[in-house]
């Protein structure tokens, strides 16, 4: 008797985590979405060469990239539609792109971002916040227009603090960056 109630009892746990385990697993996959994440296909550097078919771009840790150009590629300089002759040596660049079998990569967009400088704020004194990254020191020279923003939020010159990490876009002034 103790027997069938000791084998009844370990069927009964066996059953049951045979279906915690089938539930887990039904649940992990209905949270799956779409494929899995996969290499980027993006570089961002400084071009190094450009021409109606081609352009060249010098990246930091991959060094030197080069992709050709189709009329299918997408130009894009600070957010409005351009062509390929708008685009320098010197300028720093996004190129998206698409690996092709036995040539080089096609670049499906290059983008020319807006000027940016990012890092965290050293100090705050009147209109200009000074932030330090791993190269440089900026000052940032801010207006009552002046919008800022934290995690899809606006806020005011009053909630930012010093170590707070920020991104500014606008343009280089003569000793200042002018946010837009």
Request: proline share 3%; charged share 25%; with cysteine.
């Amino acid at each position: 008797m103790k027997t069938a109630r000791l084998l009844a009892f370990a069927l009964m746990i066996i059953f049951a985590s045979s279906c915690v385990c089938a539930a887990a697993e039904k649940t992990a996959k209905a949270q799956w979405w779409g494929k899995a994440p996969g290499e980027k296909q993006a570089v961002r550097g400084t071009v190094a060469d450009i021409s109606a078919q081609s352009i060249s771009v010098q990246t930091e840790k991959q060094g030197l990239k080069t992709f050709n150009i189709t009329d299918k590629t997408k130009i894009m300089i600070r957010g409005q539609k351009a062509a390929i002759s708008n685009i320098s040596k010197g300028d720093h660049v996004i190129v998206r792109y698409k690996k092709k079998q036995d040539s080089l990569p096609f670049a499906t967009a290059i983008i020319v971002p807006k000027p940016s400088v990012e890092g965290k704020i050293a100090s705050i004194s009147g209109n200009a916040i000074t932030i330090k990254n791993k190269q440089n020191e900026f000052k940032i020279i801010v207006s009552k227009d002046t919008k800022f923003m934290c995690h899809d939020y606006e806020v005011s010159k009053n909630d930012l603090k010093a170590g707070a990490r920020i991104v500014a876009f606008g343009s280089f002034g003569s000793n200042a960056f002018m946010p837009t």
